[in-house]
Nanobody, 127 residues
Framework: VQLVESGGGLVQAGGSLRLSCAAS????????MSWFRQGPGKGRDFVAA?????????????DYKDSVKGRFTISRENAKNTVYLQMNSLKPEDTAVYYC????????????????WGQGTQVTVSS
C-alpha cells in the first residue's frame, strides 16, 4: 500500500495550492479518502474527506473542518487513483504538514479509524 502526497510548498497568505495524493495497493474506488494536517506541536487534525463514489449519481459525499469550509475543496479521480485538495485563500494558520489517509467504509473524522497513511507534504503560508 502506498499513498504519496505532493503539491505542498511555501505560499503567501491569500494564495492557493493544490495537493495531490496518488494511491496504490488497495481498493481506492471503494475507500473513503481524507486529508489531515498536523501543525508544529499539535495533534493530527481532520481537514476534509470524500466518500467512495459507489453508484450514486449525485457523486461522492464530502465533509470539511469548519475553518476550511468555502476555502478548501476535496475531490477524487478514481481512474487515476488520486485524491486532491484544492486550497484557496490560504491563511498562516493553515501552515502544517498535510497527510492523505484512506479507510474502507464511511467518512469519519477520527485519525485512529484510518487504515493507510501517506508520508505528508509541508504547506507553509507566510503572512
Amino acid at each position: 500500500v502506498q499513498l504519496v502526497e505532493s503539491g505542498g510548498g511555501l505560499v503567501q497568505a491569500g494564495g492557493s495550492l493544490r495537493l495531490s495524493c496518488a494511491a496504490s495497493g488497495f481498493s481506492f474506488g471503494s475507500s473513503a479518502m481524507s486529508w489531515f494536517r498536523q501543525g508544529p506541536g499539535k495533534g493530527r487534525d481532520f481537514v476534509a474527506a470524500i466518500s467512495w463514489s459507489g453508484s450514486n449519481w449525485s457523486g461522492s459525499n464530502t465533509d470539511y473542518k469548519d475553518s476550511v469550509k468555502g476555502r478548501f475543496t476535496i475531490s477524487r479521480e478514481n481512474a487515476k487513483n488520486t485524491v486532491y485538495l484544492q486550497m484557496n485563500s490560504l491563511k498562516p494558520e493553515d501552515t502544517a504538514v498535510y497527510y492523505c489517509a484512506a479507510r474502507y467504509g464511511r467518512i469519519v473524522q477520527a485519525p485512529r479509524n484510518y487504515d493507510y497513511w501517506g508520508q505528508g507534504t509541508q504547506v507553509t503560508v507566510s503572512s
